[in-house]
């Protein structure tokens, strides 16, 4: 595959598998941390993979969703009607503020490592980069 090959689906799959790796990660993190911590940071610790992973997922649900717009706009010269985009908005706009108030109370109630928050976060930054390098390694190649 190359870079000039890369299509909607190709970005669908990565965010897809990206996401995917979260939750491993998760799965696997979490029975961890809570025998070498205690449960309050392997409670942050998934508070901070489920933001992560719902982060991406919503990410990927907008890009879905401006790509068509973008498609139909491209494909004729009058557009043809698309699902509006309010619904996907407020979606968005909604995890991002249950995301915070997760974060609060999470910070205020779980006296655990912060460093287990931060890690939990982190997960959807490094899935999306080994996701990245895998794309690149498969350009290369």
Same mark, same amino acid.
């Given at each position: 595959?190359?870079?000039?090959?890369?299509?909607?689906?190709?970005?669908?799959?990565?965010?897809?598998?990206?996401?995917?790796?979260?939750?491993?990660?998760?799965?696997?993190?979490?029975?961890?941390?809570?025998?070498?911590?205690?449960?309050?940071?392997?409670?942050?610790?998934? *508070?901070? &993979? $489920?933001?992560? #992973?719902?982060? +991406?997922?919503?990410?990927?649900? !907008?890009?879905?969703? %401006?790509?068509?717009?973008?498609?139909?706009?491209?494909?004729?010269?009058?557009?043809?009607?698309?699902?509006?985009?309010?619904?996907?908005?407020?979606?968005?706009?909604?995890?991002?503020?249950?995301?915070?108030?997760?974060?609060?109370?999470?910070?205020?109630?779980?006296?655990?490592? *912060?460093? &287990? $928050?931060?890690? #939990?976060?982190? +997960?959807?930054?490094?899935?999306? !980069?080994?996701?990245? %390098?895998?794309?690149?390694?498969?350009?290369?190649?």
């Amino acid at each position: 595959m190359t870079i000039a090959a890369f299509t909607d689906d190709d970005a669908r799959r990565s965010i897809g598998n990206a996401v995917r790796m979260v939750a491993i990660a998760a799965v696997l993190g979490v029975p961890l941390l809570w025998w070498k911590l205690g449960w309050p940071s392997a409670a942050l610790f998934a *508070v901070g &993979a $489920l933001i992560s #992973g719902t982060g +991406l997922f919503e990410w990927r649900r !907008l890009m879905c969703a %401006l790509m068509a717009r973008m498609a139909a706009a491209e494909a004729a010269a009058e557009p043809a009607p698309v699902k509006p985009m309010a619904p996907v908005l407020i979606g968005f706009f909604l995890r991002l503020g249950g995301a915070v108030f997760a974060l609060y109370v999470s910070l205020k109630y779980l006296q655990g490592s *912060v460093f &287990a $928050l931060a890690a #939990g976060l982190a +997960l959807g930054a490094t899935a999306l !980069l080994v996701e990245g %390098l895998r794309l690149v390694r498969s350009w290369t190649t």
